[in-house]
């Protein structure tokens, strides 16, 4: 964990998790749910390809078109990925065709059955809102709010900010933003969870606040450890592990 409040005037008041990677993972992998879903419209996939090549688009995509007055900005941006994923596959299909393929995955992954929490995250929830309001920051969309309710997690959280209601995504100081501003708090009142190096780690940093590196399996969130008296004393002395 890092801190960016050297005076040590400034305390954790909220904690900020992230959502997929963080609270929960897929409960199988991508390329087996794509694969299993290609079977009902008679395309063949192979999961571990499909694994790679979803990788491999993920990285190349854009950023969701937030300017647009009109659709859904990020279920029209996972459409697009899943239409390059099965291009890239092989797979001659129509846009009429590829749009009930994506409709059954975008339902899917909107289903707690998709998730899993990690072993860790009620004990580790239920012992920090002794002491700290709690809320998520996350890269999702408004499927999130379902998938917290599902995983029977949303009650430990006072505001979920994801992208699609920010209209920004880590590490963007927009989202950010919107998070302090919605759980009325300044930046060095928050402590951001998260496991990404730039849009975690990065992006926290970048609007001053201070952040916890979860890299599993080095560490899990039982590593958080804060109290109020100690933030920056903790966090410092964390830098040195």
């Not at 909220?14 to 419209?41: C, H, K, M, Q, W």
């Not at 059954?104 to 929830?125: F, M, P």
């Not at 505001?159 to 590490?171: E, G, M």
């Not at 951001?192 to 940093?205: P, T």
């Amino acid at each position: 964990m890092k801190a960016v409040d050297e005076s040590g005037t400034c305390g954790i008041e909220v904690i900020l998790f992230d959502a997929a990677g963080t609270l929960f993972r897929t409960a199988r992998s991508v390329g087996e749910v794509y694969a299993e879903v290609a079977r009902d419209f008679s395309w063949k996939l192979e999961g571990a390809e499909v694994d790679r090549l979803f990788r491999s688009v993920w990285g190349a995509m854009p950023e969701p078109d937030w300017g647009r007055p009109e659709g859904e900005p990020e279920r029209d941006w996972w459409r697009a990925l899943v239409g390059r994923v099965l291009e890239e596959a092989g797979v001659k299909a129509t846009a009429e065709e590829v749009d009930p393929y994506f409709g059954k995955l975008w339902h899917y992954y909107a289903g707690a059955d998709a998730w899993v929490l990690y072993e860790e995250v009620v004990e580790v929830l239920e012992k920090l809102r002794a002491g700290y309001r709690l809320g998520v920051l996350s890269n999702f969309d408004d499927r999130l709010l379902p998938v917290l309710r599902g995983l029977g997690i949303d009650h430990f959280f006072e505001v979920v900010t994801f992208s699609s209601l920010a209209r920004a995504r880590k590490p963007d100081p927009a989202i950010f933003a919107h998070a302090l501003s919605a759980h009325r708090i300044r930046s060095c009142q928050a402590l951001h969870v998260g496991d990404e190096r730039e849009a975690d780690w990065g992006g926290a940093r970048r609007a001053g606040m201070a952040w916890y590196e979860l890299s599993r399996p080095r560490n899990d969130l039982r590593g958080i450890g804060v109290t109020r008296t100690s933030d920056r004393i903790f966090a410092r002395n964390a830098e040195k592990d």
